[in-house]
């Protein structure tokens, strides 16, 4: 097995920059919504520090990288509180929705930043890539990812959300280890930072 250390710090450090307009779209469309957690824990900022999660998005990235494996990892989660939210839970949606959506957006501006920084285009290309994964990971419904809010929507008991979410992270290597989703999710986001970068052209 080939491991090229160089792209897995590279890529880690790109995953770190993407986590930040997540993590900052999730904390703004909160407080728009009427709660200030999110405000009051310094989260309201584009400071990639105040995001980080050490193991979520340094460690495991650059382990998942290094072994060849699906790429596995996330940032540091942004507290709400549902019952200061507009639309209480569905309001929760809303703000579970921003961070996958920021990196949608996210993924076209490099696209479009591609044709006018063509020297740049690899680079580039792989945080299209790295950010469009971000965007499917994070909408599946396992607990603590954006996804599983919707299960909170469905109004599913609180305490069998919290029981759930003490499995998550098991759960999620699991699925990431024994089947294909991983490779699927990373096929379509090269699919489509592919034709991202494509319209430019």
């Known amino acids: 097995m080939n491991i090229n250390i160089a792209q897995a710090v590279l890529d880690v450090l790109i995953f770190w920059i993407l986590t930040t307009p997540h993590e ?38 650059l382990i998942t990288l290094t072994i060849g494996g699906a790429f596995l990892g996330w940032g540091r989660a942004v507290n709400t509180n549902p019952a200061r939210l507009k639309g209480g839970y569905n309001g929760l949606v809303a703000v579970a929705l921003a961070g996958p959506g920021s990196n949608v957006v996210f993924a076209v501006v490099l696209g479009v930043l591609s044709a006018f920084v ?4 690899d680079i580039l290309f792989r945080a299209a890539y790295l950010s ?16 599983s809010k919707f299960l909170l929507a469905a109004r599913i008991p ?11 992270f098991i759960a ?6 024994y089947t294909g989703l991983g490779r699927w999710m ?3 986001s090269f699919t489509g930072a592919l034709a991202l970068f494509s319209i430019g052209k």
């Open 132 to 147: 469009l994964y971000l965007a499917v990971f994070n909408m599946l419904p396992i607990p603590p990812l954006d996804g």
């Open 186 to 188: 990373s096929s379509v």
């Open 158 to 168: 609180a305490r069998w959300y919290v029981e759930i979410s003490r499995f998550g």
């Open 118 to 121: 063509p020297s740049a285009a």
């Open 172 to 177: 999620l290597l699991l699925v990431m280890s």
């Open 24 to 61: 900052f779209a999730h904390a703004w469309v909160a407080d728009k919504l009427g709660d200030d957690t999110p405000r009051l824990e310094g989260r309201v900022t584009l400071n990639p520090m105040a995001h980080v999660d050490w193991l979520g998005t340094v460690i495991l990235p």
